[in-house]
């Protein structure tokens, strides 16, 4: 059986390298990719949210290579015109985009790549024009993270940070920040830790703190661990806000 030796050796080196290969193309990815995030989030951090009109809006969309966003409209109504179109540019890894196409095997995906360091993530905004002007939008931060040992699911808990912005003052938001709401909303279903922020479209220093995020903790092996390690400076005002 000596003469099975080689060919057994050989093939199992060639499965190691395939598998070595694919790690490092995938991290490769999700470091582009977060790069790309990143300048995402600083563009966001000065674009005109109180006075954007259709062409800023579409101009900021294609520039950071998004698209519009289809939706249900009437079939006497254009399907994007400046009084009525979504825009959404949304920047995730390869893993999360073959995970679309496989669903039934996404979790797993998920599961798997958590647990050799790759973590799946995502950063996507869109923008609602109505009559010509910025009306919405909304911007998500995603990412997973491995539950804990002592955690009955035994699965990934989902993280997601969200920043709505608004024309109009936010009615549930207070008389103390009228134009700035922090909130962690108890979501059913699926392990989830929701962290979100209303703000009301404006020059003012919340908006741009809203977008202060940091996305290094997506390509650490260790991946991120909580919310926090996302918005820092949110979080500190959440706990402000609470005190």
Not at 87 to 98: G, Q, Y
């Amino acid at each position: 059986m000596r003469w099975l030796t080689t060919p057994i050796r050989c093939l199992a080196i060639g499965s190691l390298a395939v598998v070595l290969l694919c790690w490092l193309f995938l991290y490769a990815d999700s470091i582009c990719q977060r790069r790309k995030a990143e300048r995402l989030l600083s563009s966001l951090r000065t674009f005109p949210f109180s006075t954007a009109n259709f062409n800023q809006v579409r101009d900021f969309t294609l520039q950071h290579e998004g698209s519009v966003l289809r939706t249900e409209l009437p079939p006497d109504r254009d399907s994007c015109s400046p009084q009525h179109c979504d825009f959404e540019v949304s920047v995730n890894t390869t893993l999360i985009k073959f995970a679309r196409h496989v669903p039934s095997y996404g979790h797993q995906l998920d599961l798997t790549a958590n647990y050799l360091g790759i973590n799946p993530w995502v950063v996507a905004t869109t923008f609602e024009v109505r009559n010509g002007r910025l009306a919405h939008s909304r911007t998500i931060i995603g990412a997973e993270r491995l539950g804990e040992k002592q955690d009955s699911f035994g699965g990934t808990v989902y993280m997601q940070y969200q920043v709505d912005t608004v024309r109009v003052s936010i009615p549930y938001a207070g008389t103390e920040h009228p134009d700035y709401f922090i909130t962690t909303p108890h979501v059913t279903g699926p392990p989830t830790e929701l962290l979100q922020v209303w703000t009301v479209q404006s020059a003012s220093q919340p908006l741009r703190q809203a977008f202060d995020v940091r996305l290094g903790c997506v390509t650490s092996l260790g991946g991120c661990s909580s919310l926090r390690q996302f918005v820092p400076l949110t979080w500190s005002n959440l706990t402000n806000s609470e005190r």
